[in-house]
């Protein structure tokens, strides 16, 4: 009987404390670029001597004063869609990984998006309705975040 009630225990408990799925697979978000400098409209490739860690995700800066500003309020750098192509995201509900180069900020918030093989969806993304894609990208993440 303990055994069943600390399987029921555990398995809400570890449904609960579920984590969005961030787009780390270099071991960083932005594949290590600096996402306080793309809201100075700058692709900025971080250092290891300058890191900090935010909802268990390792971010680079490349330096010491961004990786302050981002520890003073890490939400406003933290890219949209745990760091995916924002254009996947609402077009397809797909996680699609990202071109660190190629970004946006729209509203006050960072979106990255993939650039390669001759496609940039980025582009893709301002020769469509901005808006609309906004209102999918949205929609699908609330399923897509968890998976």
């Known amino acids: 009987m303990r055994v069943l009630l600390y399987l029921c225990v555990f398995s809400i408990s570890h449904v609960f404390s579920q984590t969005i799925d ?5 071991g960083f978000m932005a594949n290590g670029y ?28 490349s330096s010491q004063e961004n990786r302050v500003n ?4 890490p939400n406003k750098y933290v890219p949209q869609y745990g760091g995916y192509c924002a254009y996947a995201i ?15 900020i729209i509203n006050d918030k960072l979106y990255l998006f993939y650039n390669a093989w001759g496609t ?28």
């Open 22 to 26: 961030y787009n780390i697979k270099t």
């Open 34 to 61: 600096d996402v306080v400098a793309y809201f100075d409209g700058k692709a900025i490739k971080g250092s290891k001597k300058f890191v900090s860690e935010f909802d268990g995700v390792n971010y680079k800066f």
């Open 70 to 73: 981002f520890e003073e309020n």
């Open 90 to 104: 609402a077009l397809k509900s797909n996680k699609v990984s990202i071109n660190p180069k190629t970004f946006e």
């Open 120 to 147: 940039n969806t980025l582009e893709l993304w301002r020769n469509e309705n901005e808006k609309e894609l906004l209102e999918k990208a949205e929609a699908h993440w609330k399923v897509l975040k968890f998976l």
